[in-house]
């Protein structure tokens, strides 16, 4: 697959999982809902490997950098994000997520030694301002008090979450383990934290047989994360986690737009013109 295809696809699998994960929330906690949606993927990724005969056998070392990987990409920011929206909007949260372009880019100078690109810097910053002008209004009345400063808390945290999992899932990439498997042991050990996150904070497994939740839990496990990550960490393997990374600045337009087409959402010339920054952001970042 192109990998301006592995891009694209990645953003719009990725920016419908906004409106689908609001399908979650009600009477399953959200860390067995996580839990859930990474056990359903995991298990296609084995499934996959399985028939195409793929190697499954790995060092234990290999399998303490799969683990972090998982830890960082499937748990903890998840996790995070969704107690970030209990006292945050979801533009909030998304707007914040976002620094999670400049948490990868850093953090693959610091780690894995990649020049520090300007281009790449900028078009990171461009767009987060893109983005601060789209959930203007969302902004508006915000007061960090002891409740709302947690949530921003919160939601760095799990950018800087994301950060440090790229970087771990290039590093991966960089020894040679191949994506399907990565994700199939990744999957399942983030999987495996959440749930032991959620056994300690005393919360009991529950599901939700509603349709809606169902329909969505599927969309999350199939779309979501097999293909979604399947591209991601495949773009990963092919251009720097910096530039990568910028699918985390462009995921939250494309939850605007679904907001436009499916919730009457209106966007006055500020929010234009933010898109138009977070789309030249993107232009910037991804050059040679």
């Known amino acids: ?170 590093r991966n990439q960089r020894h040679d383990i191949p994506v399907v498997q990565t994700n199939a042991y990744s999957m399942l050990y983030g999987a495996a934290f959440t749930a032991l996150v959620a056994l300690l904070r005393g919360l009991p497994p529950s599901l939700d047989f509603a349709p809606g939740y169902l329909l969505s839990l599927a969309y999350l496990a199939l779309f979501g994360s097999v293909f979604a990550f399947w591209m991601y960490l495949t773009l990963l393997g092919r251009i720097d986690p910096g530039r990568a990374g910028y699918v985390a600045v462009m995921v939250p337009l494309v939850a605007i737009f679904m907001s436009v087409l499916f919730e009457d959402l209106r966007l006055g010339l500020l929010q234009l013109g933010g898109v138009g920054l977070v789309l030249l952001g993107n232009v910037l970042a991804q050059r040679k």
């Open 1 to 170: 697959m192109h990998t301006s295809l592995l891009f694209i696809g990645t953003t719009l699998f990725w920016g419908l999982t906004w409106l689908a994960i609001k399908f979650q929330l009600g009477n399953v906690a959200p860390e067995w809902s996580i839990v859930y949606r990474f056990v359903i993927a995991s298990a296609i990724f084995f499934l996959y490997a399985a028939w195409r005969k793929l190697n499954l056998r790995y060092s234990l070392n290999t399998h303490a950098w799969m683990a972090l990987q998982g830890i960082l990409m499937f748990s903890i920011n998840y996790i995070l994000v969704y107690f970030a929206e209990t006292t945050l909007t979801s533009g909030l949260v998304a707007l914040l997520f976002s620094t999670a372009a400049l948490f990868t880019v850093i953090f693959a100078a610091l780690l894995l030694r990649i020049p520090l690109r300007l281009n790449v810097l900028l078009g990171a910053l461009l767009g987060i301002g893109g983005l601060a002008l789209i959930f203007q209004p969302e902004m508006q009345g915000v007061e960090l008090d002891g409740a709302q400063l947690s949530g921003v808390l919160l939601t760095l945290g799990a950018a800087v979450s994301v950060g440090l999992g790229n970087n771990t899932a290039a």
